[in-house]
């Protein structure tokens, strides 16, 4: 995926629109573990949790600083063909419920959801090696990420030592299939738009030259009926 994400960070308009949706995205994530904070039992995970959700709304903040003044430095273009979005975002933190979920499928999920992000935020540092200031708010975020990966899978392995493997796993599966859905969503988009286009453009030229031609045969104007008396009373003729 490299190339693609060297594609989407080249480009000035998208390098914006991606801090910008990476700012909503964290501070979604840091807003839904706040409430885990606030439903959870346990009393050191309210304390980690609390830590790990001001960082997440800190990332936000930082994402959003950078993109307004990003975007303050040239006026973008509004339209662009394809912003990048079908591509996972940095954390996948906007996939997380908190309501009736078990501490250890919580911490599982966002084990995974931060591994992901400290791998891809890695990548994106390289990738806006020509914008210092970007590079720098990726490194300070990464280095949160990489705590928030290590605790959750410490703190799963507390409170589940028995299954926190198995939990590690089915996250990650889980994950899996919401990207294979939204990936074969953007697909079927594309394919149904290329079969439309294929049926105006192919099938129906010839349905319209057959309805020009039989427009041609009707004679013009008021059509005389035979008054053989064989009428319907209830026809309009
Ligand atoms: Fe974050
Ligand atoms: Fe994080």
Do not use: C
């Amino acid at each position: 995926m490299r190339p693609v994400h060297r594609w989407v960070w080249g480009d000035f308009d998208r390098r914006v629109r991606k801090l910008l949706a990476f700012a909503e995205v964290e501070t979604d994530g840091g807003r839904d573990i706040l409430r885990a904070a606030e439903v959870t039992p346990d009393p050191l995970l309210r304390r980690l949790y609390l830590e790990h959700a001001i960082d997440e709304l800190h990332h936000g903040d930082l994402f959003r600083e950078r993109g307004a003044a990003l975007l303050r430095t040239r006026s973008t273009r509004t339209h662009t063909r394809f912003n990048g979005n079908p591509l996972p975002g940095g954390h996948g933190l906007d996939d997380l419920s908190i309501e009736g979920e078990p501490d250890h499928r919580l911490l599982a999920f966002l084990h995974v959801a931060e591994k992901a992000a400290a791998g891809r935020f890695t990548i994106y540092r390289e990738l806006v090696d020509d914008d210092p200031p970007t590079r720098a708010i990726f490194e300070e975020i990464l280095r949160d990420e990489v705590f928030h990966m290590n605790y959750t899978y410490t703190q799963l392995a507390r409170v589940s030592p028995r299954a926190y493997r198995w939990h590690v796993w089915r996250a990650r599966a889980s994950r899996l299939w919401k990207r294979y859905v939204r990936v074969a969503a953007a697909v079927a988009g594309l394919l149904g738009t290329a079969m439309l286009s294929a049926m105006y453009f192919i099938v129906l030229p010839p349905f319209a030259w057959l309805a020009k031609r039989a427009e041609r045969r009707e004679p013009p104007g008021w059509t005389a009926i035979s008054r053989d008396g064989n009428h319907q009373p209830t026809s309009q003729y």
